[in-house]
């Protein structure tokens, strides 16, 4: 599954509207963004939900997943369409927030795109606002407070997926399973001796991390994060 974490190339026909070549259905953005016309708007980033689920298929093809008209009332659409939806996150999900009461008259909200779960609940989103920025990344802790008068009520997450299917970020501290295999895995590419696989996530396992990411053209910060996990797991 494709997440998108950076913000789309120049004419990327998930953020581009159907009249220019796109296939997105959402509003223009406002202010107008001049490689991908549906940004600035927070509904657009449900491009990067779709793309995620089509890349996802067995045999890809075009074509809208979902394509909602408000942010607000994006849950209850999704509902509708029979997507999976809970109060758990899981990456290349979309969170949603409702702004007041929900009606027929008022769908107004946000929603953002779910990049990556740490183990704590904690959220990376790739995220674009009405008149504001086309694209900015935020990070979430639970309960996922986004600002004054907006309340989380869940998320979308992709077709076939469960919360369950968290990525961990294992860090140095850490103890058990999760951090054997990771040492077992280090230990097989000539990143660790034997004897120092342990469960443990000390000093000498941190290192060996960093060496890896390095090897491999990672951020070099100790942290096995999805991104690493996709390299020493692959």
């Given at each position: 599954?494709?997440?998108?974490?950076?913000?789309?190339?120049?004419?990327?026909?998930?953020?581009?509207?159907?009249?220019?070549?796109?296939?997105?259905?959402?509003?223009?953005?406002q202010p107008t963004d001049p490689n991908c016309d549906r940004l600035a708007n927070c509904?657009?980033?449900?491009?990067?939900?779709?793309?995620?689920?089509?890349?996802?298929?067995?045999?890809?093809?075009?074509?809208?997943?979902?394509?909602?008209?408000?942010?607000?009332?994006?849950?209850?659409?999704?509902?509708?369409?029979?997507?999976?939806?809970?109060?758990?996150?899981?990456?290349?999900?979309?969170?949603?927030?409702?702004?007041?009461?929900?009606?027929?008259?008022?769908?107004?909200?946000?929603?953002?795109?779910?990049?990556?779960?740490?183990?704590?609940?904690?959220?990376?989103?790739?995220?674009?606002?009405?008149?504001?920025?086309?694209?900015?990344?935020?990070?979430?802790?639970?309960?996922?407070?986004?600002?004054?008068?907006?309340?989380?009520?869940?998320?979308?997450?992709?077709?076939?997926?469960?919360?369950?299917?968290?990525?961990?970020?294992?860090?140095?501290?850490?103890?058990?399973?999760?951090?054997?295999?990771?040492?077992?895995?280090?230990?097989?590419?000539?990143?660790?001796?034997?004897?120092?696989?342990?469960?443990?996530?000390?000093?000498?396992?941190?290192?060996?991390?960093?060496?890896?990411?390095?090897?491999?053209?990672?951020?070099?910060?100790?942290?096995?994060?999805?991104?690493?996990?996709?390299?020493?797991?692959?």
């Amino acid at each position: 599954m494709f997440i998108q974490r950076e913000k789309p190339s120049k004419g990327d026909v998930w953020f581009t509207g159907t009249e220019s070549g796109g296939i997105s259905t959402c509003i223009k953005g406002q202010p107008t963004d001049p490689n991908c016309d549906r940004l600035a708007n927070c509904v657009s980033i449900v491009g990067a939900y779709n793309k995620a689920a089509c890349s996802n298929l067995t045999k890809p093809k075009w074509g809208p997943i979902l394509w909602p008209p408000n942010a607000g009332g994006i849950l209850t659409y999704a509902q509708e369409l029979g997507l999976p939806t809970s109060t758990q996150p899981a990456p290349g999900a979309l969170i949603v927030w409702k702004k007041g009461e929900l009606t027929l008259k008022n769908k107004n909200g946000h929603v953002a795109f779910v990049t990556d779960v740490e183990a704590d609940g904690t959220i990376h989103t790739a995220e674009s606002e009405w008149q504001g920025r086309a694209w900015v990344n935020r990070t979430y802790k639970p309960p996922y407070a986004y600002a004054a008068g907006y309340t989380f009520i869940g998320f979308v997450l992709q077709p076939g997926t469960t919360p369950a299917q968290v990525i961990k970020y294992i860090r140095e501290g850490d103890k058990g399973a999760a951090v054997e295999l990771m040492q077992s895995r280090l230990a097989g590419k000539g990143f660790m001796r034997k004897t120092e696989v342990d469960g443990d996530f000390g000093r000498i396992t941190k290192g060996a991390v960093c060496c890896f990411q390095l090897e491999n053209g990672l951020v070099v910060d100790g942290v096995c994060g999805p991104l690493t996990q996709a390299k020493l797991y692959g």
